[in-house]
């Protein structure tokens, strides 16, 4: 069992970044059976889970746009995404073999003007979702991150969370990538350079 100030972040694990999901990762199904072992080592256990409404800011067909292009939103650059993770849909449910019994569910995403990749602040990098309230009180300062994708949501989490100042690893053999345009050699660098340990 880890030290009590340990917590394992499972992130976005949901049918529809998995393989015949509406925005599947390649494999993302894999990393299921070592994701629900490692859940059994940790005293914490969080999960996050996308959770947009119907017509979001970041869904291409909300701007009538291609899917994977981008948008100038106040927040910064926007990725357009195909509509996906649909509050209440089975595309958002949880993958049907992953465990489900973590200490807290982060749900991300709900703001329709705006999207959200970390699950600590939405895409702004100001409003937080309450996650690291909730570990400090806990008195959680080390972190271990598995889940999807891991050039997107688990980097945007990972990087948050050591700009934070909690100790940050990243199981990237418990992840899986989108990798559009070279984006995960620059989250993987990204994150090593903010000082998370990517293994």
């Known amino acids: 069992m880890r030290a009590a100030n340990e917590a394992l972040i499972v992130i976005d694990i ?8 509406a925005l599947a990762v390649a494999g993302g199904d894999e990393i299921v059976p070592g994701v629900n072992a490692l859940m059994a080592e ?3 256990v969080i999960l996050t889970q996308d959770w947009h409404p119907g017509g979001h800011s970041s869904f291409a067909s909300a701007h009538e746009a291609a899917p994977f292009s981008t948008m100038e939103m106040p927040y910064g650059t926007q990725v357009l995404w195909p509509d996906h993770c649909i509050q209440g849909t089975p ?3 949880f993958h049907a073999d992953l465990r489900e019994d973590g200490d807290l ?3 991300k995403g ?4 705006i999207d959200s990749y970390s699950a600590f602040f939405e895409n702004d990098h100001v409003t ?3 996650l690291e309230g909730y570990l400090r009180t806990r008195g959680i300062d080390t972190l271990t ?4 994708a891991t050039d997107f949501c688990v980097n945007f989490s990972a990087v948050d969370a050591a700009k934070l100042g909690f100790k940050v690893t990243v199981r990237s053999d418990l992840c899986r990538a989108i990798d559009m345009d070279g984006s995960l050699a620059a989250a993987i660098d990204g994150m090593k350079a903010a000082g998370v340990e990517v293994l």
Not at 145 to 148: A, I, R, T
């Open 42 to 44: 940790f005293p914490a």
């Open 145 to 148: 991150m598995v889940g999807l």
């Open 14 to 21: 949901q049918n529809d970044f998995c393989p015949g999901g």
């Open 91 to 93: 595309g958002a449910a």
């Open 110 to 113: 709900f703001n329709p003007a």
């Open 105 to 107: 569910i982060i749900r």
């Open 128 to 130: 937080p979702t309450g």
